[in-house]
């Protein structure tokens, strides 16, 4: 068997150990003579699983007592929906105030606006996104229910370094294609959401991490599959959850405590991603497609200055084992997501490509 070093934006790659483990016990979980797949969500198996899971995103994560973690259907975009649904009436003037950093914002804004009036704060969108627009959060209007960002840009490869203060408006970050990676203070945070697809799991399921306090403003006509509220009481088991994604999840954060947590990875990120960045920046030969300072640690965006070599870029990355380097259509050139479970030799392995192709074609 021979894996590649897979750079595919999500549905991503997931760590060796764990898809062995995954794949060892599939037919027959902890001796039941069933699969994970073929018992049921009520079972006293599976409930050991879902708390599991919870218990270490509460540990890994930091989540203070008075968060509740939802694991709601319909991935990342289905909380487009959801997040307004359940908190643009927090406040009577239904508005929802948004940063525009991506395509991803910009449709979860487009979500928002279908229940009440969206407030675009600032946006990047006049250099494509290539950076995070700078804005006072002093200047949020107080009648904003919410203040909705996209912690890391999958596509254009940014991200927020640090995260605004954002007093009584709260903050609602997609965190899809970054949680678990870095350290993170959960108290700055009125939502957080992510689907698994990137740093911890199989896609289709999103963890939604929310204070206790916000889960009271749902719509009326809010469908019961997505109020919050319904997952909190029910631990996210009101119908038959993706017992699989969540399975995945726990040995994906089993995985994750072994690996010394959120401190010991966000370490390991930054000098995976620091060897890309600094083979980009060593040569004109390569150019980032992001500001320098907005940089992302999990998307490393870049192109070749001379564009005609890009398919052959790609193409040879591909048969060297270097798989999905394509950058987005937004963007163009190669994007190297490098999330947690893509190991240092893969970044080592890209960078060696990258400097025998510059000799090559320089
Ligand atoms: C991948 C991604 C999404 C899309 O997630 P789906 O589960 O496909 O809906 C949304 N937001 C961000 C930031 C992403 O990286």
Redesign the pocket.
């Known amino acids: 068997m021979s894996r590649v070093f897979n750079f595919g934006?999500?549905p991503a790659m997931l760590p060796l150990e764990v898809m062995e483990k995954a794949q060892a016990e599939f037919l027959d979980y902890n001796g039941m003579g069933a699969s994970v797949i073929e018992i049921s969500h009520r079972s006293k198996e599976f409930d050991a699983i879902i708390n599991r899971a919870d218990e270490l995103l509460i540990e890994l994560a930091g989540i203070p007592d008075n968060y509740k973690i939802l694991y709601v259907h319909?991935?990342?975009?289905?909380?487009?929906s959801a997040i307004p649904l359940n908190l643009i009436n927090r406040l009577p003037a239904r508005k929802a105030s948004f940063v525009l950093t991506?395509s991803?914002?910009s449709?979860?804004s487009k979500e928002a606006a279908r229940y009440g009036s969206m407030l675009e704060v600032a946006s990047s969108k006049d250099q494509n996104f290539s950076y995070i627009p700078e804005f006072d959060p002093a200047k949020l209007d107080p009648e904003s229910s919410y203040l909705h960002i996209?912690?890391?840009?999958?596509?254009f490869g940014t991200r927020w370094h640090s995260f605004p203060e954002t007093g009584d408006v709260p903050l609602v970050a997609?965190?899809?294609?970054?949680l678990m990676s870095r350290k993170l203070d959960i108290n700055k945070f009125g939502v957080i959401y992510?689907?698994?697809?990137?740093n911890l799991g199989p896609?289709?399921?999103?963890v939604v991490i929310i204070r206790e306090d916000l889960l009271e403003h749902a719509l009326p006509e809010t469908p019961s599959m997505l109020n919050y509220k319904t997952y909190a009481e029910q631990h996210s088991l009101a119908n038959t959850n993706n017992t699989f994604a969540i399975y995945m999840m726990q040995l994906v954060l089993e995985w994750l405590k072994d690996q010394g947590g959120v401190d010991a990875i966000e370490q390991r990120n930054e000098e995976k991603a620091k060897l890309v960045y600094d083979c980009i920046d060593g040569t004109d030969f390569y150019y980032g497609t992001a500001q320098a300072a907005h940089r992302s640690v999990m998307?490393v965006t870049f192109n070749l200055s001379n564009e005609d070599l890009l398919a052959n870029f790609l193409s040879e990355a591909d048969k060297n084992g270097l798989y999905a380097l394509k950058g987005h259509r937004d963007v163009g050139g190669v994007r190297a997501s490098i999330y947690n479970a893509m190991p240092r030799a893969g970044c080592e392995a890209l960078v060696d490509f990258m400097k025998d192709f510059e000799k090559r074609n320089g």
């Open positions: 934006a999500g319909g991935g990342a975009q289905m909380q487009f991506g991803f914002a449709k979860a996209t912690s890391n840009n999958t596509l997609d965190m899809t294609s970054e992510a689907g698994l697809q990137k896609s289709g399921l999103a998307n």
